[in-house]
């Protein structure tokens, strides 16, 4: 079946443009999980949902982030007035329930230049 | 909080040598510990797990054992392919009130033939 799928793959801005990224999960995953990704680094916690429902939002660097699920299945992560330290990989997982022990499905990434 | 400490990359190795990749965590409650790997232009991927301690996760004849006592998680491959060359990412998941994953930051495995 399909994959989680994120797009757009690449995305360039321009310092202070709003940016919209989305990730199609696995069909019937109940969770998503948002991470920033920086050069060399592991994933870093975003934000996640449980269906439509944000149930953690504690890693978002700031208020310019905002993210989004209605209606528990397709997300969108929003940066708003981006700036150079946004520059980063954007990584969306989906997992089957919440459970500590459950597999998380990574999309391929989106990758973002702000200039 | 929590953590994860990955041994520092890259690790270079010949083919057929043995690998290990050494991943330390710091916990509150009892995790469940992961090893992602990722090949180049590829995402990120699932490569074992292990629920509790004492638990030896293993895939791809890579094998990992849950030690409570030394709170690791440690890589190991008996004789490394050069198709092993990617990324590997030791992580944790907790239960409790916050369930934030917690991702080490990688390291680079490089096998030459």
């Known amino acids: 079946g399909a994959g989680v799928s994120q797009s757009p793959r690449y995305k360039v801005a321009k310092r202070g443009q709003d940016v919209a990224l989305r990730c199609d999960p696995i069909s019937g995953h109940v969770s998503l999980f948002w991470y920033q990704q920086a050069l060399g680094q592991g994933p870093e916690f975003l934000t996640y949902?449980?269906?439509?429902?944000?149930?953690?939002k504690s890693g978002l660097p700031s208020d310019r982030f905002f993210a989004e699920r209605p209606e528990g299945s397709v997300s969108t992560l929003k940066i708003q007035r981006t700036q150079q330290e946004d520059s980063a990989v954007y990584l969306c997982?989906?997992?089957?329930?919440?459970?500590?022990?459950?597999?998380?499905?990574f999309g391929p990434g989106t990758r973002l230049l702000v200039l | 909080g929590n953590s994860v400490t990955q041994m520092e990359g890259p690790v270079t190795l010949s083919e057929e040598a043995f690998l290990t990749i050494n991943c330390t965590y710091t916990?509150?409650?009892?995790?469940?510990l992961f090893w992602y790997v990722q090949y180049p232009g590829e995402g990120l991927q699932l490569l074992l797990k292990?629920?509790?301690?004492?638990d030896k996760g293993s895939n791809k004849g890579f094998e990992a054992t849950y030690r409570k006592e030394t709170t690791s998680f440690h890589l190991e491959k008996g004789s490394v392919q050069v198709s092993d060359s990617a990324v590997y990412f030791c992580?944790?998941?907790?239960?409790?009130?916050?369930?934030?994953?917690?991702f080490g930051r990688g390291t680079s495995l490089i096998v030459h033939p």
């Open positions: 992580a944790l998941g907790t239960s409790g009130g916050s369930y934030i994953p917690t």
């Open positions: 949902f449980q269906n439509e429902a944000q149930l953690d």
């Open positions: 916990a509150t409650g009892y995790p469940s």
């Open positions: 997982a989906s997992s089957l329930a919440r459970d500590r022990g459950e597999t998380q499905y």
């Open positions: 292990a629920t509790k301690a004492d």
